[in-house]
C-alpha cells in the first residue's frame, strides 16, 4: 500500500466546473411534499447545481473543469498522455466520457478511458494514475470526477431528489523526479453484494423483487438510505482511522481532509469520533450537494484556489459510493 517507487507524482494543477443553475430548498418544497427545515436538518443541503439540459452535461462539465486545471498548470491538452474521467452519468456508453473530452481539449492521441466507482470514482482515478505514472509509462495524466446527478433523478421521489447536484473536479498528475510527492497510501474496495443499497437499473429484470413496488423511473438513480447511512457513518471513521495508522501520520500532520460530500450528519460524525478541528474538514455540501463523483474534485479545487492547501502539505482523500465501493489516498502536495 505504500509506494516505494524511485519518481513522484506532483499534483501540478486543479480545476472544477459547476453548472449556472441553482435548484434550492425552497424550489422543491413546491415540487414536492419537503421543506427547507427538514432537508437541512438530515443533510446540510440548502441548495445544489442543476445542469440546463440538453446543452449542458457530464461532458460539457468534464472538459470545463479539465480545461482549468491544464490553465492552472500551465500547460496544454496535447502534453497529457493520458485522460481518465470518473463518472455514472455518461451521454453514452461508447464512445467515453473520456475520449470525447480528450480530444475537445487537443489530447489527442492520449489514450482515454471512464472509470466507473460512483461517488469514490475521483479517489479511485487519482489512486490509479498515481500508480501508472509511476510506473514509468505515462508523465501527465488528467483526472476529472464528474457527475449530472439531476440527469439521473426522479424529480417526483421526495428523498433522492434533495440530495444531489452537479459538478465537476479535475487535477493534472505529472511526473516529478522528487520521489516524496505524490500519494503515500491509498486504498480501494468494494462490496458487490450491497449492490441494492444504491443503484441504477436500465430495464425492468435489473430491479430485485426487494424493489419491485419503488415507483421511481427506469434509468434514474435508487437507494436504500437507511442502509448506505448505517454503513457510511462507521466505514467513513474507519477509513480515516485505517489511513493515519498506516502512514504514521496524526491528524495535526494532516492540512485538509477532503471527504466527499454524501451528507453532512456522517462527516461530522466521522470529525467529532475522531476529534479533527472543524477548519480541517472542508465541507460545501449546503452549496452544492451530493454530486458524486465530483465532489471531491470540487472540494480539492475549491481548498486549492483558496490557498488552505499549497505546496508541501498533506491532504487525505475519502470517499464512499455505490457498489458498493470506498477509497482513500494520502498525497504529499
Not at 6 to 35: F, H, Q, W, Y
Not at 283 to 300: H, R, T
Amino acid at each position: 500500500m505504500t509506494s516505494r517507487a524511485g519518481c513522484g507524482v506532483r499534483i501540478a494543477g486543479a480545476g472544477s466546473a459547476v453548472p449556472a443553475g441553482v435548484l434550492t430548498n425552497a424550489d422543491l418544497e413546491k415540487m414536492i411534499d419537503t421543506t427547507d427545515e427538514w432537508i437541512v436538518q438530515r443533510t446540510g443541503i440548502r441548495e445544489r447545481r442543476i445542469v440546463d439540459q440538453p446543452a449542458q452535461g457530464t461532458f460539457t462539465l468534464s472538459c470545463d473543469a479539465l480545461n482549468r486545471a491544464l490553465e492552472d498548470a500551465g500547460m496544454k491538452g496535447n502534453e497529457l498522455d493520458l485522460v481518465i474521467v470518473a463518472s455514472v452519468t455518461g451521454e453514452m456508453t461508447c464512445p467515453s466520457v473520456a475520449a470525447r473530452v480528450s480530444a475537445e481539449v487537443g489530447a489527442t492521441p492520449a489514450g482515454a478511458f471512464d472509470l466507473v466507482a460512483a461517488c469514490s470514482g475521483f479517489v479511485y482515478s487519482i489512486n490509479v494514475a498515481d500508480s501508472l505514472v509511476r510506473s514509468g509509462r505515462f508523465d501527465a495524466i488528467g483526472v476529472v470526477g464528474c457527475d449530472a446527478m439531476s440527469t439521473v433523478i426522479d424529480y417526483s421521489d421526495r428523498n433522492l431528489s434533495v440530495l444531489f447536484g452537479d459538478a465537476a473536479g479535475a487535477v493534472i498528475l505529472t511526473r516529478d523526479e522528487d520521489p516524496a510527492l505524490g500519494c503515500l497510501y491509498q486504498t480501494m474496495f468494494a462490496d458487490g453484494t450491497s449492490w441494492e443499497s444504491l443503484y441504477m437499473p436500465r430495464r425492468e429484470h435489473e430491479i430485485p423483487q426487494s424493489d419491485s413496488e419503488n415507483a421511481i423511473r427506469i434509468g434514474c438513480l435508487r437507494m436504500n438510505g437507511r442502509e448506505i447511512y448505517k454503513f457510511a457513518i462507521v466505514k467513513l471513521r474507519q477509513m480515516i482511522e485505517e489511513a493515519l495508522d498506516a502512514t504514521g501520520l496524526c491528524p495535526s500532520q494532516i492540512s485538509q481532509f477532503v471527504c466527499h460530500q454524501s451528507n453532512l450528519r456522517i462527516i461530522d460524525a466521522a470529525r467529532e469520533k475522531l476529534g479533527l478541528p472543524p477548519e480541517k474538514v472542508f465541507i460545501n455540501i449546503d452549496k452544492f450537494g451530493n454530486s458524486s463523483a465530483g465532489s471531491v474534485g470540487l472540494c480539492f479545487d475549491q481548498l486549492w484556489r483558496a490557498g488552505k492547501i499549497k505546496r508541501g502539505d498533506t491532504v487525505l482523500f475519502a470517499a464512499i459510493g455505490g457498489g458498493l465501493t470506498w477509497a482513500t489516498s494520502v498525497w504529499k502536495l
